[in-house]
């Protein structure tokens, strides 16, 4: 299997790709070739500087433009043809390798990811699948920002793909699916997921009905489906509340000698926390819906954090999601012909 | 000036609203007289088991029927006439009170605001002001559910009905208001917030343009303006948040004997925490747009939550906060007809 690596995506980038790149040579031995793509002198300088060896498993493939934060996805991807992310994208277009990473500009992902591969037959809009831990193991939400208008149909697409995704990748027999909204009660929410309850009771999901925010960590569920506006928002403030919490507790905590010394006793039990919330562990979101394997991973990633992006590339190819997403999708798009 | 408070909304009723009443009795001193609605019989019963005294400034008004949380908002105003909530609010209506507060339905709350007492003129729909605790003070998310499919026309409302809140409630000389978004750049978003950004940078209020997660903890912001959907889902996922990490920790704590110690040193801060997350302290989110003080509370109100709703519903009438809006949203008017 051959894998490619968007090595200037991400806050710090090309150091945090390299260094997850580093790690994932030791731990991914199924992949035989890591591309990495960005500027070739400077790539090879921080292949130096990292010290990284088993250079025969590394190929450099120069892109010298790099898409920043303020150009739409469409930009990104009509106008910097020469990028890291559209040569990544171009890599498994022309089946060189079978999955792709970046750290970098989602939207510009999203839009390579749509645009150069097309979109599995039957599916109208890619979603992202974000996972959030939980109580009993790990939650999708999906879409987390790739459809910020998705209509009822699209969070159907999204409910057999994140189900396809969860049974094959993770082995649940029977992928639990809820639909996120303000109450639990059918009648519950706008317009949008109202039509969109409607239309999951018929589909092909093993569907639970609405959920709230706390069932994103307390309920065993597979995936998590929303529009793309809704799914970015709510990661988000997930996100921030945790951050702010830990950022209240460390205030609090120095505020006192005694606090402090307690605190330090009970530090294992803080960093174990904040290691189950972190994004590093996950990794990465796959884009679900394209013809082929794209994996979204966090701007500010960690070495740790691409590696494991790498590592759930390489969990789609081998649990060939994108066929079995595709039957899925195709039985569905027949039996409602 | 009268408050009258629904004595049976809430999840545990008549016990905890007649605990805040108790404590309002003390620290409201501008309140001459609560009402309270609920069953004679088991209000009495209520107060006498908790010896609240100072029983000239607490007067029972009658009402038998209980709106449960399957009935809509509708069929809980049109149907049951004499809740405690729909008797509550007509005593607003029938200008006895001048505040209601209600930790019940909030559907109910809100349709029995709105239908019965009407919306302030130019108002399209009312929206709920819920409060989060922020580095900066206190930001309202706006709105909180009220109304999960507004148009940009009633974010740029709630916007300057949140403004107007804050400023005359909180003193803050010009609210600085931001719109929840995907993405701080101009051009984020769904269609919505797309002509939303439009319409909010000629209205008359403090743009700050958009805001992601981090900055409801992180900005110095007061108002956050967003669709109820949006609203909502993002305050049970804050909420959803916070209550998971305790849990961890909690469990990751227990798992250690120097850990529990530890945690035992340090439990202060974690208190600190708890109370700065916690509700209970906002105690209320008030109902703005309507001709009338609507204070909703949150279903697992405590005693203290109850009398601090109490004592925002008493501000909000301290500072004429519906005259004030009605003001803002007339001139607003005015200068685009």
């Not at 999708?140 to 159907?156: E, F, K, S």
């Not at 990748?169 to 992928?175: A, E, L, N, Q, T």
């Not at 759930?312 to 027949?334: D, K, R, Y």
Request: glycine share 10%; proline share 4%; net charge neutral.
């Amino acid at each position: 299997m051959k894998i490619v690596l968007d090595a200037m995506g991400g806050d710090i980038a090309p150091k945090n790709p390299i260094g997850g790149l580093k790690l994932a040579l030791e731990t991914l031995k199924d992949v035989e070739k890591f591309y990495i793509t960005g500027p070739k002198d400077a790539l090879e300088a921080e292949l130096d500087a990292q010290r990284v060896g088993q250079r025969e498993r590394i190929e450099i493939v120069p892109a010298n433009q790099v898409v920043d934060m303020h150009d739409s996805g469409l930009d990104a991807v009509r106008k910097k043809k020469n990028s890291s992310i559209t040569v990544a994208v171009d890599l498994v277009k022309q089946g060189q390798a079978q999955a792709v990473v970046s750290a970098g500009h989602t939207g510009a992902s999203v839009t390579a990811g749509t645009l150069m591969l097309g979109r599995l037959e039957g599916v109208d809009f890619p979603g992202i699948a974000s996972p959030m831990p939980n109580e009993h193991g790990v939650c999708y939400i999906l879409d987390a920002g790739a459809n910020p208008d998705a209509t009822a149909r699209h969070l159907v697409q999204y409910a057999i793909m994140g189900s396809t995704y969860a049974q094959y990748v993770h082995g649940r027999s029977s992928p639990v699916v809820g639909l996120m909204n303000v109450g639990e009660e059918d009648s519950k929410g706008n317009l949008l997921v109202k039509e969109a309850f409607g239309l999951l009771k018929k589909a092909p999901v093993n569907f639970k009905g609405n959920v709230e925010g706390h069932d994103i960590f307390e309920t065993e569920l597979d995936v998590i489906v929303c529009d793309g506006f809704t799914g970015n928002v709510v990661l988000k403030s997930c996100e921030a509340t945790a951050k702010a919490m830990f950022t209240w507790l460390k205030r609090e905590i120095e505020s006192s000698f005694v606090r402090k010394m307690g605190a330090l006793m009970a530090q294992e039990a803080f960093r174990a926390v904040r290691k189950r919330g972190s994004y590093e562990s996950y990794g990465g979101s796959p884009l679900l819906g394209v013809k082929g394997v794209v994996i979204i991973g966090h701007g500010s990633s960690s070495p740790v954090a691409i590696m494991n992006a790498l590592r759930v590339g390489m969990e789609a190819v081998t649990h060939e999601v994108n066929p079995h997403i595709q039957t899925a999708i195709t039985s569905h798009v027949f039996a409602h012909v």
